[in-house]
């Protein structure tokens, strides 16, 4: 209810009178209930956490985010592992990330930076602008550039050339 009634403070300014007020408050409630049930569907109940744990649980339940946490109640806190990866895929997996790290940690710092705020955190081109005080476009070519050079060096390991 607090939401539907934040919605309707917020969008007041837009009610046109096409419908009652009472009809628009409703729409606003079940569009409201809509999309958080859409939102809820694709996070997986767990049980309760705080009911004694069984013995033969298939998961423990400190695996998962207290139902509190701030950013994402009941997610893993690390996920599982890959049950059908071999060991073999692991290793590769690892022996290939440690290439990957050691050919980012190659770049130059202002390369290094872009790179790592836009591809491993995610951020916009306009939140790295900010972050590091540079033009979008001296952005972008910094991004280009050390991807390019992760991609060069990377290429030897992936033709199946031993890197040291």
């Not at 509190?68 to 806190?77: F, K, Q």
């Not at 980012?104 to 836009?118: C, D, F, G, N």
């Amino acid at each position: 209810m607090q939401d539907t009634w934040l919605g309707v403070i917020q969008g007041i300014w837009a009610f046109e009178g096409r419908s009652s007020l009472k009809t628009w408050i409703f729409r606003i409630l079940i569009n409201r209930a809509k999309t958080r049930a859409a939102r809820e569907g694709r996070v997986a109940p767990f049980a309760r956490f705080d009911v004694e744990v069984d013995a033969a649980a298939a998961v423990a339940p400190d695996r998962f985010q207290p139902a509190d946490h701030p950013t994402a109640p009941g997610h893993w806190t690390h996920p599982p592992s890959d049950p059908g990866a071999s060991p073999e895929r692991r290793l590769l997996a690892r022996e290939a990330r440690k290439q990957l790290q050691n050919a980012i940690e190659a770049l130059p710092e202002h390369q290094r930076l872009v790179l790592m705020l836009r591809d491993v955190e995610g951020c916009s081109t306009e939140e790295v602008c900010n972050a590091l005080g540079v033009q979008e476009t001296n952005a972008r070519v910094l991004l280009h550039r050390a991807r390019a050079k992760v991609r060069s060096a990377l290429e030897p390991y992936l033709e199946g050339a031993s890197i040291t």
